[in-house]
Nanobody, 126 residues
Framework: QVQLVESGGGLVQAGGSLKLSCAAS????????MGWFRQPPGKEREFVAA????????YYANSVKGRFTISRDNTKNTVYLQMSSLKPEDTALYYC???????????????????WGQGTQVTVSS
């Protein structure tokens, strides 16, 4: 089973940018659809973005569309989340997740992903 380690979180002012990274432990990384989710304080975990195994298709939550970009580098076993124009409501614990041979169905659903990282905190101050 793949193991995931997120990094890149931190404190940033509103309007700023951050880039999250998620490193996977297995060389079969390209067999996994990857997703980013977040859990704001006191709320349920929610979908942010996902990318197919080849990186050819991406999915975004409406709340981040146009501001966040998901990408992956299969040669480095890493998926990224570039976040720009950050807002205080983006404050959350951000998780990356992997779904073995996941396709387009279920890309935005937490229940479709079977492996999760430990999370990295993003705090946006106003």
């Amino acid at each position: 089973q793949v193991q995931l380690v997120e990094s890149g979180g931190g404190l940033v002012q509103a309007g700023g940018s951050l880039k999250l990274s998620c490193a996977a432990s297995r060389r079969t990384f390209s067999n996994y659809r990857m997703g980013w989710f977040r859990q704001p304080p006191g709320k349920e975990r929610e979908f942010v973005a996902a990318v197919t195994r080849t990186g050819g298709t991406t999915y975004y939550a409406n709340s981040v569309k146009g501001r966040f970009t998901i990408s992956r580098d299969n040669t480095k076993n890493t998926v990224y989340l570039q976040m720009s124009s950050l807002k205080p409501e983006d404050t959350a614990l951000y998780y990356c997740a992997a779904d073995y041979f996941g396709g387009s169905n279920g890309a935005t659903s937490t229940s479709s992903y079977d492996t999760w990282g430990q999370g990295t905190q993003v705090t946006v101050s106003s």
